[in-house]
């Protein structure tokens, strides 16, 4: 195959990268509300639920790695597309530029709301002492937090744009599933855990890169060979989903297994549910929509600004007398909703959204929406 065919745009990989963005608002807005607390992020004092662990536990069992397999896809895309040199660019500007500005401008936005809640003793009071002390605090270096992603996200391109130099000789496409499955396995097997932890600072961790890394080149030949891979996925997909679903709640009830067990089941878990939901999406959700790519397009800009409104909420529920069951759905809905409609307002065509994805014009269909939208409020 010609490295400057199969570069079209596949709808399906743009609904999956959007799905692994929004499930992060999903992990973060139940955090607050799991019967084990996190250590220094906020719990509700008054409800929890076994149901939240459950539903962390599942999604942190895939996500991340379904984003970089995501990402090691679109990388070799782009990178046959409009070359090294345009793509470093791209990269740059996309990847690089938005870590180094939140760095700066988000995580302050991002460590305000529980600041606040604990300098004002949850809103008892507000001094000018605790105002500078809160400016203060939310300038604290206390890692990239949910930004990490950009960050290691970088470290692979760079890795892989050296060895694309090296031209080291290429792996048949036949062994990558077992390759995805025992490097994965190999590599979970230098971490303390069973499961990957956040990742903090800005000194990069070799087995952090090597466990992503190896999600990052399986992306990368499932582009290479989709017409090999994307039939079986499309057939296989439910199947994987279920193997893994049915796994990572093994996992999860049997967790005072031996090690060894629990990173072999894990690996199996987080291997099928990445196949399962490429292949659900492939087989379901392929055709053209203006939706999913405006949510495509929407998901970066979420992503980046959604945890501090997901603390703000939890923070400002937890002394209200609301129906437990309802505070997590309101901790995902309404950061979700405010960062929806600052990304139509401020960003989709503004220099940031240039930035995050490029150019976007109004078309003649968003005006005729826009202008109908406004006809109906004043009739």
Request: charged content about 10%; aromatic content about 16%.
């Given at each position: ?56 536990f599942v999604i942190h069992t895939f996500r991340m790695q379904l984003f970089y397999l995501i990402a090691g896809f679109f990388f070799r895309l782009l990178y046959f597309r409009i070359g090294e040199a345009a793509f470093?660019?791209h990269r740059t500007q996309r990847i690089l530029i938005p870590f180094v500005v939140g760095l700066f401008l988000i995580l302050p936005f991002t460590n305000l709301p529980l600041t606040a809640y604990t300098v004002t ?259």
């Amino acid at each position: 195959m010609s490295t400057n065919s199969n570069t079209q745009r596949i709808n399906s990989m743009d609904a999956l990268r959007a799905l692994a963005m929004f499930l992060g608002v999903v992990l973060h807005a139940v955090m607050a509300y799991t019967m084990t607390p996190f250590e220094n992020f906020y719990h509700d004092p008054h409800y929890s639920s076994n149901i939240y662990d459950v539903i962390f536990f599942v999604i942190h069992t895939f996500r991340m790695q379904l984003f970089y397999l995501i990402a090691g896809f679109f990388f070799r895309l782009l990178y046959f597309r409009i070359g090294e040199a345009a793509f470093i660019k791209h990269r740059t500007q996309r990847i690089l530029i938005p870590f180094v500005v939140g760095l700066f401008l988000i995580l302050p936005f991002t460590n305000l709301p529980l600041t606040a809640y604990t300098v004002t003793g949850g809103g008892q009071h507000l001094t000018g002492p605790d105002v500078s002390l809160i400016l203060h605090n939310i300038m604290i270096w206390r890692g990239p937090v949910h930004l990490w992603f950009l960050y290691y996200l970088t470290l692979f391109y760079i890795i892989g744009i050296v060895l694309l130099r090296l031209k080291l000789p290429k792996l048949p496409a036949a062994i990558v599933p077992a390759l995805l499955l025992a490097g994965s396995f190999v590599s979970l097997l230098l971490f303390d855990t069973y499961y990957i932890k956040y990742t903090p600072g800005l000194v990069p961790k070799p087995n952090y890169i090597l466990y992503y890394g190896i999600f990052v080149y399986a992306g990368w030949v499932l582009h290479e060979h989709k017409e090999k891979y994307f039939p079986l996925l499309k057939r296989y997909g439910l199947a994987f989903t279920a193997i893994g679903l049915t796994a990572a709640l093994l996992i999860y009830y049997n967790s005072t297994a031996a090690g060894i067990l629990l990173k072999s089941g894990m690996t199996i878990a987080t291997v099928s549910l990445v196949l399962g939901f490429l292949g659900v999406f492939l087989r379901w959700v392929n055709g053209e929509s203006y939706t999913m790519r405006y949510l495509s397009d929407a998901s970066y800009w979420v992503y980046l600004v959604h945890v501090g409104l997901v603390y703000m909420m939890q923070a400002w529920l937890g002394d209200t007398q609301l129906p437990g069951i309802l505070k997590p759905v309101l901790c995902f809905m309404v950061p979700v909703a405010i960062s929806l409609l600052s990304y139509q307002w401020f960003v989709r065509y503004t220099i940031i959204g240039f930035y995050l994805h490029g150019k976007r014009e109004r078309s003649t269909t968003e005006e005729h929406k826009t202008v109908y939208k406004m006809s109906t409020s004043k009739s």
